[in-house]
């Protein structure tokens, strides 16, 4: 029995057990109330830094590529980390939803509703960055398989068909996913809200007249099995085929077989940290004190530790195989990464990924909110230089010496990726006032099974 | 036919789990057709399908279809356009087949997901437009319901002492 | 466009290529096709012999015009001087004929204002200045660049004429070279140096493969003499040795197999002492190698050496250049002549007979007392044609002020340049491309220039100008100063005596001139004494002694030359061969000097000599000596156009007095320090980094080695014996065509001849010092020029055209997702431009960054993009460029052959690639690898033949023949001692 569970127990001592479950409603659906100052003052900087973003795009594709900063041989830039980096945010969502729902891991119910919402919105962000990126954006659809009359067929040798694929699916798998568990809560979000009200009419439609019926939580339990049992191989596919963006390339520093498992490691990462930079605000502003608790971040923490050490593995593999390989090429390119032009983006990176998450050892950094909060913020900064200076570091000295050189990111390209997380956070803050952040029924699911015997003695207590 | 479809009967309103499983066990010994007995309930307990005997859900039947279809789609598009084009490129061979694994993987999951969210939706029985009558507001908050569908009085008033008899706080006719 | 310009090209369309012949076209001409003129095939290009005038060299040229434009120009294979060959200026042609500041007409000039008037005005103004300049000699000066010919004669007898001095100003006129052969062979022209007929040939300061008197003629002699062409080739008495003496390690430097650094103005000494060791008397006597060691920097034994070298081989020593251009230029030249004479060149490989025209004696000093004059008002009316002094002279001279002394100016120059700007007349000329006339580069060769296409603009060739003044001038019923109906008849008649006919004409016409051979010259045996006061000692510079000074060269750019060149944006853009850098002035100082000053690439330091200060960036290159810096010419003009204005004009530095003898400019004769601004601008480098990081991209192989070298060791070891075989496995197995190219570096001079023709080619749009800044310059093809620093202290060049290898296992084409890159039937590398979404996946993963971005749609300025070749796709803002091996090439020689037999297959050397067209030194061998027959099968399969990057094993289609080094075998190591070249 998780401790979670035993609170609520604890509070509910001396009232009607019925109560507890209607407590569980009443905490969760609170936070769906009218949005407040704070809510609203928050989405009007998102829109306003989102409304800069879209402005600068605009008039990316009107000048031409050119206003982002590249200097080739980096034909790739912050475009693409911010892609990766995205993708790699949105991992652990599935992972905490679907592996560990397999492996009935129970601090997950607390956090898994937000860690899915998070990879749903941060798919849809991620799923940007390939457009903005290319070059004659207007002939996007070039790369969809459909039969069209230009006899044009994509290339599936591609990589860059196969993220096509992988990000499609892995969008469209992780948003059902998140749906079919919300079905239920809406259903009793419904059943609060004022008859005939706005909110009644969305829920009822959203809730697909769900009545939790027998039957249907019989079909339903077996779709979310398989579900889960869908999306795990997905959340480890996706990663990887994103890794081979760079690992089927030529390049030195991309072409290397450890990238798959590397990346999901960095993703699951990134994305366990971005869970806690969520969740512990969200806590605080709905008082889900009694739901999410030391319990919950502790196992999250231990969870970022350990991906935290796979990717510090993955970085020594990388120099011990440059220097095994022989090649003088990848030489160049680690010995450069350590010590070249790039070095402080790779700097960034090892301390904030690799050195601070090590004070994870210690429980009282563990569960205390505010340090976890701030090492999360050190490790998505973290990640996103790794993929900064693995995409553009490699790429500034390649094979050719004449063409060595050096890139700096341009307004424009700033301005997006500040648009991207103005983007993320919209999604999310309508989110929360729309739809339950913690998964009720499952909440609920978590309680001892309500008996008539524990009725019978608590009424002798009282 | 199941019995959320059918108008009329009683509903017996309960607050605890074994009270509910108890009460479903007894009218079922007492003859009432498991067609006939809904159980309303706010979790997904496994505690009620032990209670209540049904067939094992088909969903799993489509999930399996789904993944089926996508790997083979997989196959015949990658391969399909390789051929269609017939374009040497890096040197290698027209076809390539650990690439269409790939493709064949990721819709194998695409079309499995989506084919099990419709074997959801077509065996619960959603979209449905309304609630029916059986239903209250609470079940989805902090109580259990079971809805007996009755055709006659006789009918309905074997149900009410069974559901009186296992207990019920709430005992009420709907139509 | 406007309408006007519209009717006006239909007109052009029309009747340009059927008159071009004739200028006496009337507005009827504008007018589309009824009847198409048979001479015209929509689609089929049309080809004019010409002459280009780039520079003095007067190269044959065939100009290429589609629709009465011309796009292209391509050497004449039968003009005995560049024999088909053109450099990348000549390839330029095109950009000033279609410069969008060409005066567009004729103007005058009112308190700055430019006022346009017509023609008639414009001469009756300029009949009036003459007449207001009155009639005592000298009142009225013609000042003209350098002309041969008929057009040179033409200036003399109009002159005469109207009363008028005629003044010739030429910035590089080789005054001392002149002088120095006055005194020494009785003839004050540049000799007929036979480079390719020498053995040895050390040069003393003469870019002659890049700005020196007639670059592509001694680029293709060099290639001759030097490039290995494999063991058969070579000459009884080993291949060809070339060393270079001189303190910078020039474009034509970087080429020798060594580089001796002397002191600047000292290197004439180490050719006395050479003669002194081959017993020569006079001035020799006084300079035993042990002298000339301490003075210049060279050590003795060195010395020793090179006069072995000379004497033991069919030897060649040439003055000029930065060694001819100082104080004591006349005692240098004559210096190496005499070294000839001890040599017994002399006669042998200089020969007086065939002297080369290019040159202007006494040009620099016959400015100073025209200045002079100017000054003290002797001068009523100046006219200006194809010169521009104002630029050119160093302020010192104080020619622009003059100017003002003089109340009439006129200018014929076709653009607006500092010197015309000046004016208060502009009659402007037409270009070469659309005028006539002749050129006489060298004796016996006559080439005629002819309009290849309708003048762009309201121009008017100034020969006929003058005609009509003179007509206007004599009045009604008066005889005209020369009697000639127009400038053409006038050019006819003169050649009455070696075309008369007019069958003769056409035939002289569409050979593109008359060669004849040279006739004997007498010459006046050398006097006794040559050098008659004459001072050999090391020559003297201005300016502080301190260590803290460095000696100043300044010498010609390879893409600007004098100047002249400056508003052609793609020539700003071009790569200098040295330094790589472009669109600016920049300062190169050795290393260790930038490491003292604390200076990096880009960080621009202000230069001070007693004459002037301007500021420059700082580019660091180890091939300068360490007391040495020098700066590029031709930059930092304050007129022109818009392409022009970047840089800095070093002559502001210059000197302004005469070098005494050969009353040429001083071009090395001052020191200067150097102190940080603390400013930085981008030092706009095309090359990262300047060596090879030993990735083996530019091999290189000793001369023993290559004598003995085996086929099948292909390229670095890594490769297997390349096989005919594996390479059809490359392209389709039912085409016959596997293209591939062979490119020699042992040839490749690095002359960015090959660039310049691509651009030209293939519409390769320049994108402007701001996007170079960025690296996104776009040229397909480019020459990467690496250092390599020898233990001994040396510093060698390699240069390597890198442009698509086509490879057969291209790492490009599989990661596109959309086909825009693939493999095609024969064998090239095929890029979709209408297929390409830009994911830039393809250039990321190309090994050789070979693949080029629109980052934005290029465009060129009107009438520029009047030379877009229409046979090449024009690229939009967001798809992958690269090298095509001019596909549309290709094609049209397959359409062609089909025309005459379906299964015919396109033979060997059939057409050539634009940079293989153009290469001076043959260095670029392009067929198809699949017939084991064709020249460039065979080089693929040679023993110095590799791959760059073979390792990839990217089967490339371009192959790379090793640069042979070592040819200076003994035992004496040449030293450069003090050069100060040790990294």
Known sequence: MSESTSTVNRRASGLAQATVFRRVNDDVLATLQRPGVGWAALMAVVLTVLGIAIAAWMYQIKTGLGVAGYVPPVMWGVYITDFVFWVGIAHSGTLISAILFLFRAQFRTAVYRVSETMTVFAVMTAGLFPLIHLGRVWYFYYLIPYPNERLLWPNFRSPLLWDFFAISTYFTISSLFLYLGLIPDIAAARDRA???????????????????????????????????????????????????????????????????????????????????????????????????????????AKLLLLTSLIVFYAYLVEFFIAWYSGSEFEKAIFWDRLTGRYAWACWIMYICNCIIPMSLWSKRIRTSWFWMFVVSIFVNIGMWFERFSIIIQSLAREFMPYQWDYYTASWVEWSITAGSFAWFFMWFLLFVKFLPSMAIAELKELLPPKLRRQQEELEVAS | ??????????????????????????????????????????????????????PVSPVRLMTLIGGLMGTLTGLTLTLWTFFAWGLQVGGKSIASLPVTVIIMFELTVLLGGLFTLAGVFIFSRIPAMSTKPGYHPRFSNDLFGVFVHTDDDSAAQRARSILDRVGAEAIESVA | MERREFLKLVGVTGAGTMTACDQK???????????????????IPTWYASTCR??????????????????????????????????????????????PDRLRGPRRIDNGEQVEVDWGAGIEQLAEGLRGAGIEPGSVVLLTGLETGTRDRFYDEWAAAVGAA?????????????????????????????????????????????????????????????????????????????????????????????????????????????????????????????????????????????????????????????????????????????????????????????????????????MIELTERMRSG???????????????????????????????????????????????????????????????????????????????????????????????????????????????????????????????????????GVWQAATTVPTTPAPAAADDGLDFGPVPFDGPEDDGAFDLIVQPQLAMYDGRSANSPTLQELADPVTTSCWQTWIEVHPDVATDLGVKDGDVVTVTSPHGSITAPVISYAGIRADTVSMPLGRGHTAMGRFAKGGVNPVELLPADVEPNGG??????????????????????????????????????????????????????????????????????????????????????????????????????????????????????????????????????????????????????????????????????????????????????????VRYFNYFTYEWPEPMDWAINPDVTLRQKGVMEKCTYCVQRINAAKNTVRDEDLEAVVPDGFFQTACQQTCPTDAIVFGNLKDPDSHVSKLSRGPLTYSVLEELNTRPANFYLKKVIDRTSSDVALKTAGSGVEV
Not at chain 1, 275 to 280: A, E, F, Q
Request: with cysteine.
């Open chain 3, 664 to 849: 040429g400019p001083i071009y090395q004769g001052v020191r200067v320090t150097l102190t940080p601004t603390g400013a930085w601008v981008p030092p706009l480098k095309h090359q990262g980094s300047d060596i090879q990081h030993d990735r083996e991209i530019a091999q290189a192989i000793s001369m023993t080695e290559a004598l003995h070298a085996e086929p099948g060791h292909h390229g670095n070891g890594h490769g297997e014996p390349l096989t005919v075989e594996r390479v059809a496995e490359d392209s389709g197995a039912e085409s016959p065509y596997r293209w591939g190219m062979a490119i020699s570096l042992d040839a490749c001079t690095g002359c960015n001849a090959c660039v310049a023709a691509c651009a030209a080619e293939n519409n390769i749009p320049f994108v402007g010092p701001e996007r170079v800044a960025k690296s996104r310059q776009m040229s397909w093809i480019r020459i990467e020029r690496f250092l390599e620093h020898e233990e001994n202290g040396h510093v060698k060049t390699r240069h390597i055209p890198m442009m698509c290898q086509h490879c057969g296992a291209a790492p490009c084409e599989p990661v596109c997702p959309v086909y825009a890159a693939y493999h095609n039937d024969e064998g090239l590398n095929v890029q979709v431009y209408n297929r390409c979404v830009g994911t830039r996946y393809c250039s990321n993963n190309c090994p050789y960054k």
């Open chain 1, 194 to 300: 004022q008859p005939k009200s706005f909110r009644h009419r969305l829920y009822s439609v959203l809730s697909l007249g769900w009545q939790g019926t027998d039957s249907q939580w019989r079909h339903y339990n077996r779709a979310y099995l398989f579900m889960a049992g869908l999306a795990t191989p997905l959340v480890l596919s996706v990663h990887s085929v994103v890794s081979w963006d760079f690992a089927m390339a030529i390049v030195p520093g991309w072409h290397s077989t450890i990238f798959a498992p590397y990346f999901v490691a960095g993703a699951i990462f990134s994305g366990v940290a971005m869970v806690i930079t969520l969740v512990v605000p969200l806590r605080k502003a709905f008082h889900l004190e009694d739901y999410i608790e030391e319990y919950h971040l502790n196992n999250l």
């Open chain 3, 54 to 99: 780039e520079c003095p060299a007067g190269c044959g040229v065939h100009v290429k015009t589609r629709d009465g434009r011309v796009i292209k120009l391509e050497g004449n294979p039968d003009n005995p001087v560049n024999q088909g060959k053109l450099c990348a200026r000549g390839q330029m042609a095109t950009q000033r004929l279609y410069d």
């Open chain 3, 25 to 43: 076209v009337g507005p009827q001409a504008l007018i589309p096709y009824l009847v198409p003129p048979e001479n015209v095939t929509p689609g």
């Open chain 3, 166 to 366: 005629r003044v010739v100003y030429e910035p590089f006129a080789h005054e001392a070279v002149l002088e120095a052969n006055r005194r020494v062979f009785g003839r004050a022209a540049v000799p007929d140096y036979d480079i390719a007929g020498a053995d040895f040939v050390i040069s003393f300061g003469a870019d002659f493969l890049g700005t020196w008197v007639s670059p592509v003629r001694y680029g293709r002699a060099w290639s001759e003499m030097h490039a290995f062409r494999g063991v058969e080739s070579v000459r009884p008495d080993g291949e060809g040795v070339f060393v270079a003496v001189e303190p910078r390690l020039s474009m034509t430097a970087s080429n020798a197999d060594e580089w001796v650094a002397a002191r600047p103005g000292t290197e004439h000494l180490v050719a006395l002492a050479m003669a002194n060791v081959l017993g020569a008397g006079g001035p020799a006597a006084g300079w035993p190698p042990a002298r000339a060691a301490e003075t210049t920097g060279v050590d003795a034994e060195t010395i020793e050496h090179l006069a072995e070298l000379f004497e033991s081989k069919r030897s060649l020593a040439l003055p000029g250049g930065i060694g001819a251009a100082h104080r004591g230029a006349t005692a240098a030249a004559v210096a190496v002549n005499l070294l000839n004479q001890a040599g017994g060149a002399v006669g042998d490989t200089v020969r007086v007979n065939g002297a080369l025209t290019g040159g202007v004696p006494g040009a620099y000093r016959s």
């Open chain 2, 1 to 54: 036919m199941s019995a959320e479809l059918m108008e009329g009967g009683v509903r017996g309103v309960f607050l605890t789990l074994d009270d509910v499983a108890a009460a479903v066990n007894t009218l079922e010994n007492e003859g009432v057709a498991a067609d006939d007995i809904t159980v309303y309930s706010p979790i997904p307990t496994p505690h009620l399908e032990d209670a209540i005997d049904r």
């Open chain 3, 378 to 512: 002797q001068v009523k009316a100046l006219l200006v044609a194809h010169t521009n002094p104002v630029f050119s002279l160093p302020p010192g001279v104080g020619f622009e002020d003059a100017l003002d002394e003089v109340p009439f100016r006129v200018s014929f120059s076709s653009v607006l340049d500092e010197t015309a700007s000046r004016c208060q007349l502009l009659l402007p000329d037409h270009t070469p491309l659309e005028s006539w006339g002749d050129w006489v580069p060298e004796d016996g060769v006559m080439s005629l220039i002819q309009p290849a296409m309708r003048p762009v603009f309201n121009t008017r060739p100034t020969p006929d100008v003058m005609l009509d003044v003179g007509r206007v001038m004599a009045g009604d019923g008066g005889t005209p100063a020369i009697e000639a109906e127009s400038w053409y008849d006038y050019l006819r008649s003169a050649w009455s005596d070696v075309a008369g006919s007019e069958r003769a004409w056409a035939e002289a016409l569409k050979a593109g």
